[in-house]
């Protein structure tokens, strides 16, 4: 039992306590929690509006933005019978699938393949006009970490009379996420291109000329307006249909320029009637050769990676498959997870797991990633995952 003095000394202290008011320094509690995940963040973000103020801030922002940030997956699946395209993320830790967003009365292939940078995802929208081939697209640019969306004006094009593409770069010495939207106008004959820039939110018109030796019409439009392109130092590359060079469109400077393909990609296109794709491996360009004939040979695909930027040089690397390729799920590259592992997506889906495919470039080994669907609906016979692809998770605002 407490005395009547150990009980009045208590108090005491505790007075004490009050009276001195001890804060920590707005900078020290910025510092700690820039080092928490950001899922952690939201949580202390809803506590009450001066810690919404506090961790939502420019600076904090860009602290949080300097620590290594953990790698996670962007999602698309279509449900065939209710016409519903679903967008998700996956962390690479086997936590739950997370649902981020529904597109209502969507078909199957009416949403492109998303792209992703510096902590946002780019995709669009694709809606046909019926009883003909012109089409128009919304264009959403997403923030998976923290659930953000962003649907860009209704200036896009309407591209009822025309043919386009759209891509999506960033610029690191602005860092500043753009779209770029290449319009091909069909009376006219003339070739338009408008840029979208995320931090004034507004389009804007550019004339430019083609690099020396390269036509326009070198330049061939899919029916969905969706471009194999990847974004490295500032520059948007894109994958020419016709020679398999690359067309490279610098955000700095607002310039076009060719990159010739691979010796190794120009034999293939004479061997093979499937395109090949365009990766991000490891902040580099890779060519990914996939023929199926090719492929079911050797049980193996070729990837070139661009290893040096500044001269040209390209290295061949050969991935063989762990067993039957087939029975694998036909499974190709999507997406560079780090420096080491390359993400693959298949058609194997059963029961409550997914089996995702990484594959270590350092020890050439394959591993499994089961991810588990955080929802029943997910386990539908008419679900289809379409799209895997990585984004770094990051606290850029929309």
């Known amino acids: 039992m407490k005395t009547l003095e150990a009980e009045q000394s208590l108090t005491a202290d505790c007075q004490s306590y009050k009276k001195a008011k001890i804060l920590i320094p707005s900078e020290i ?6 080092r928490l995940p950001i899922k952690s963040i939201l949580r202390f973000r809803s506590l009450s509006k001066p810690w919404l103020l506090r961790l939502s801030s420019p600076s904090f922002t860009k602290l949080h933005s300097t620590r290594p940030h953990r790698t996670s997956l962007f999602i698309s699946a279509h449900d065939r019978s209710a016409r519903k395209q679903h967008l998700l993320s996956a962390p690479l830790d086997g936590e739950p699938v997370t649902h981020l967003m529904t597109l209502d009365d969507v078909g199957y292939y009416d949403v492109t393949e998303a792209q992703h940078l510096n902590g946002l995802v780019c995709f669009a929208l694709v809606k046909y006009c019926s009883g003909d081939d012109c089409y128009y697209a919304q ?3 997403v923030n998976p970490s923290t659930h953000n969306i962003f649907k860009l004006p209704e200036q896009v094009p309407d ?4 043919r386009g593409c759209y891509l999506f770069g960033f610029e690191e010495s602005k860092n500043e996420h753009k779209i770029l939207i290449i319009t091909d106008i069909f009376k006219s004959g003339t070739l338009e291109i408008m840029i979208y820039s995320m931090s004034d939110y507004s389009w804007r018109k550019i004339d430019v000329e083609p690099p020396i030796g390269f036509h326009w019409d070198s330049l061939v439009f899919k029916v969905d307006g969706y471009y194999i392109s990847v974004c490295v130092n500032s520059v948007v590359h894109l994958l020419l249909l016709d020679t398999y060079d690359i067309l490279g469109f610098d955000l700095r400077t607002e310039k076009f320029f060719i990159i010739n393909a691979p010796q190794g990609v120009i034999d293939y296109e004479a061997q093979s009637n499937c395109y090949p794709d365009l990766i991000k491996i490891n902040g580099c360009i890779g060519v990914v050769c996939h023929d199926r004939d090719h492929v079911l040979e050797k049980n193996g695909m070729d990837i070139w990676v661009l290893q040096d930027y500044e001269n040209r040089v390209w290295v061949r690397e050969i991935i063989i498959f762990p067993e039957s390729w087939i029975k694998l799920g036909c499974p190709l590259p999507r997406d560079s997870v780090n420096m080491d592992e390359i993400i693959f997506s298949s058609s194997n889906f059963s029961g409550d797991v997914m089996n995702v495919l990484a594959y270590n470039r350092k020890s ?4 499994s990633v089961r991810l588990t669907p955080g929802h029943q ?5 008419t679900f289809h995952f379409q799209d895997i692809s990585c984004y770094v998770e990051r606290m850029v605002p929309l």
Request: glycine letters at 0%; proline letters at 0%.
């Open 364 to 367: 050439r080994c394959f591993k």
């Open 377 to 381: 609906s997910l386990l539908s016979r």
């Open 139 to 141: 264009i959403f640019v």
């Open 159 to 162: 591209f009822s009379s025309s």
């Open 29 to 34: 509690v910025e510092v700690i929690f820039s």
